[in-house]
């Protein structure tokens, strides 16, 4: 962990052990699951022809379709390498800075091989929280809408705050099956050097199924990634190659950062799944490795990385801290990942329905459906509505005054 150097760097580090926020987190992380995956191969096409032009939502797949995590965790997936964030803010260099940012933004995309199975969708009002005391950051989401599904989320950490919108528009082409992000990431980045606060945002590039027809399914990330720094005005286009049908551009990532004079300083390259490389523009510098993916463990269930392993781990000392509207509690998701696929299936529907006559209830008493931890506000750089984190959770956590949030499993 990087020391900390700055009044504004301080402050949040005090807000973070005042709130409690590492309580019940003492029991470390889990890094594998016990289950061995013995889901059955069933042909991805064989049940997907019959679904040509449909969303993920109007989808019915049985449970073994599924992973053991939901999309709020796969959100939290984002943070496997926030340790590029802390180096960001130890750059005097703005340059540099985003050299790092921009490392992170493309990071979360090495997680994404060989998982060719559908998170659970959240419920509505479902949240879920993963604090790191040995890396000093706090993260929280919250399934704010259920149609169209949205998640808002907030890490936290003395140097940087990243939040957002989770939400995507998915469409299944019979080639493949597309899922493109809408919402903008936000990251507010406190560097050691200078006083200001900067403000940096993107969005995420489309993530698609692809080989499904020809039966050997795996996931691609293509596009255009647009990573702004507001305050100084550097930015960087990260290219993000489609496979290409010879695999030949597979996992290729590239792009130049220009400083606020609209000079390259930096050209950033490399594979998603794997490096990335920096180089210093103009000079004959040598290039210089700015991020490394972990390793991925060889027979892990649903081919978790050890990351992704450590999310839905029931911790006996942090069962006491959580609300019951956390994910680890959803009966479905634990039978998935205790290999109880009938069991998970049976859960599912009985979750589903509960959500489906708690809508039933507040239509019939006209009442709106509000979130309880984020409101919709306009972002001042920005312009843009985003979700506004109320700031009240971990404190009421840490009183042990979450017992009022809705029973939704
Ligand atoms: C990619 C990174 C983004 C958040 C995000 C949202 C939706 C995820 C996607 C990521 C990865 C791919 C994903 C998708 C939802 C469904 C899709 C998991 C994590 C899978 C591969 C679709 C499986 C198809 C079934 C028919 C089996 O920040």
Not at 177 to 206: A, C, M, Q, S
Request: net charge positive; charged share 25%.
């Amino acid at each position: 962990v990087h020391p900390l150097v700055t009044l504004l760097q301080r402050e949040k580090s005090l807000i973070l052990e005042k709130e409690g926020s590492f309580l019940g987190y003492e029991d470390g992380i889990r890094t594998r699951l016990s289950l061995s995956d013995d889901r059955p191969k069933i042909s991805l096409w064989g049940i997907l022809k019959s679904m040509i032009g449909k969303d993920m939502t109007k989808m019915t797949l049985p449970v073994s379709f599924n992973e053991c995590t939901s999309l709020l965790q796969r959100v939290a997936e984002d943070m496997e390498y926030v340790d590029l964030l802390d180096s960001a803010a130890t750059f005097e260099d703005s340059a540099l800075r985003l050299v790092y940012v921009a490392a992170f933004a493309a990071s979360e995309y090495a997680s994404t091989i060989d998982r060719i199975a559908k998170p659970f969708n959240p419920l509505l009002g479902e949240t879920y929280e993963y604090a790191r005391p040995d890396r000093n950051y706090r993260f929280f989401v919250e399934q704010v809408s259920h149609h169209p599904p949205i998640g808002a989320a907030i890490a936290e950490s003395p140097k940087w705050d990243y939040f957002g919108e989770s939400a995507v528009k998915s469409k299944f082409y019979g080639r493949s099956f597309d899922i493109k992000p809408l919402g903008t990431w936000y990251l507010n980045l406190r560097p050691d050097h200078g006083i200001k606060e900067e403000l940096y945002t993107w969005k995420k590039v489309t993530s698609s199924v692809v080989g499904i027809i020809t039966g050997s399914p795996t996931v691609d990330n293509y596009g255009e990634m647009k990573i702004v720094n507001h305050t100084t005005k550097d930015s960087v286009v990260l290219n993000f190659k489609p496979r290409g049908w010879r695999s030949n551009s597979a996992y290729e990532v590239k792009g130049e950062v220009v400083d606020g004079k609209g000079v390259v300083r930096y050209t950033i390259g490399g594979h998603w799944n794997s490096v990335l490389y920096g180089k210093h523009a103009g000079s004959g510098k040598e290039k210089f490795v700015i991020w490394r993916a972990n390793p991925r463990p060889k027979d892990m269930a649903f081919n978790l990385t050890t990351f992704a392993a450590s999310l839905n781990a029931p911790q006996k000392k942090l069962l006491d801290w959580l609300p019951q509207t956390d994910t680890r509690l959803r009966p479905d998701q634990r039978a998935m990942e205790e290999g109880r696929y009938d069991d998970a299936s049976v859960e599912k529907n009985k979750v589903e329905e509960k959500q489906r006559a708690a809508r039933r209830k507040r239509e019939a008493a006209n009442q709106e459906y509000k979130p309880k931890w984020f409101t919709l506000g306009t972002h001042p750089v920005t312009g843009e509505q985003y979700w506004v984190f109320n700031n009240k959770y971990w404190y009421n956590r840490a009183h042990h005054n979450l017992k009022d949030v809705p029973n939704i499993f």
